[in-house]
């Protein structure tokens, strides 16, 4: 019984975190930033370049810290450590509320650079551009969160492993086919062509964003492992769908 509602308070307060941090990373990364070009630069000219670089190489070490969690955390050493502590129902959300912290601590200490910008389009005053940029965001997090619905956002959230394991069922995981599994292993993010859309279609996109920008983006690249035979499952499935929706 103490097991039992152990781990449903893991699991929920995994996931009410996770939601906190991901309502939080949408303004953080889709806010238009029309404040940062009103801040006065009080740092004096001669020490930009050290203002500039210290900031960089301060989001950097984050970017890194969060690259380090995500990889460590899902890999093999790590599925065996929560195997021994016989915890595998909550992996997930220890994962998602270790992933949510670092996310926090990025977003909470990043550090903006608005005096050096790649481009500058002005949103503030021009209504049209206003809408395009929102729109291509609103479109980015759509694909985003249709992709963790169509996997299962039950079980990408933890909670689902969790109830399994209550009610004495097989791991969700375990139920599922081999090259489902398979597939599951080689893809690193359901939603990769939605965070590139969130990431660089930006209006302000600083020296600072672009860093973030460019560094997730190689992480994400440098991780997908999606094979000719993961392919042809995925048009598989797909064509299954099709046939049932027909």
Sequence with gaps: MISKSFSIAVCTSSFLYTFYILCNLMYFLSTHNENQKTLLQTTKAENL????????????C?????????????????????????IQD?????????????L?????YWQSVPWVSIWDIDTA???TLWLVFSGFHVLGWFIVYSGCLM??????AGLKQVYYKISARPSPMAMKSLELQRYYAHMRHP?????????????FMTV????LATIVTLYMVLMWSIDENDYNYHANVIRRKRLQLS
């Design 49 to 60: 370049n050290l203002s500039t670089t210290w900031a960089l190489l301060m989001n950097a």
């Design 62 to 86: 984050l970017l890194s810290s969060f690259m380090l969690q995500h990889s460590v955390m899902a890999s093999n050493y790590a599925k065996e450590i929560y195997s021994k502590l016989d």
């Design 90 to 102: 909550l992996e997930r959300s220890i994962y998602n509320a270790s992933s949510a912290a670092v």
């Design 104 to 108: 926090h601590l990025l977003m909470r």
């Design 125 to 127: 005053h021009n209504n």
């Design 151 to 156: 996997m299962d956002i039950s079980e990408l």
């Design 191 to 203: 939603s990769f062509s939605g965070f590139l859309i969130i990431l660089w279609l930006h209006p």
């Design 208 to 211: 600072d964003r672009f860093l």
